[in-house]
Nanobody, 125 residues
Framework: QDQFKESGGGSVQPGDSLRLSCEAS????????IGWFRQVPGKEREGVAC??????????FVANSVKGRFTMSKNKHWNTAYLQMDSLKPEDTAVYSC????????????????WGQGTQVTVSS
């Protein structure tokens, strides 16, 4: 069964760092566009960062709210995507999920087909 396994969330203080991992099983992650998304209660899921598959040239996307602080990467050998989050702020508190799809244009949730269960990130002092 195709699925993602996300990990790395937790409770941290403002200014701290976390690295989220999204391990794919049942499919080759590098063949898909991969995105990290976050959602807080009462709000829609929003795209944080997206990266193209190796077979397309859709480029990368990073939301303005996290630009310069968050970095997305992939490791083909481990079939895993990562989201390095530095200088975390309280407004980064959310459930973070990874998604996979054939391609992306806007890094919007509607463009992605497969989803993980999500991991909670809480930033507070």
């Amino acid at each position: 069964q195709d699925q993602f396994k996300e990990s790395g969330g937790g409770s941290v203080q403002p200014g701290d760092s976390l690295r989220l991992s999204c391990e794919a099983s049942g499919f080759i992650l590098d063949y898909y566009a991969i995105g990290w998304f976050r959602q807080v209660p009462g709000k829609e899921r929003e795209g944080v960062a997206c990266i193209s598959s190796s077979e397309r040239d859709d480029g990368t996307f990073v939301a303005n709210s996290v630009k310069g602080r968050f970095t997305m990467s992939k490791n083909k050998h481990w079939n895993t995507a990562y989201l390095q989050m530095d200088s975390l702020k309280p407004e980064d508190t959310a459930v973070y999920s990874c998604g996979a799809g054939p391609a992306f244009k806007d890094c919007s949730p509607a463009e992605f087909t497969y989803w993980g269960q999500g991991t909670q990130v809480t930033v507070s002092s």
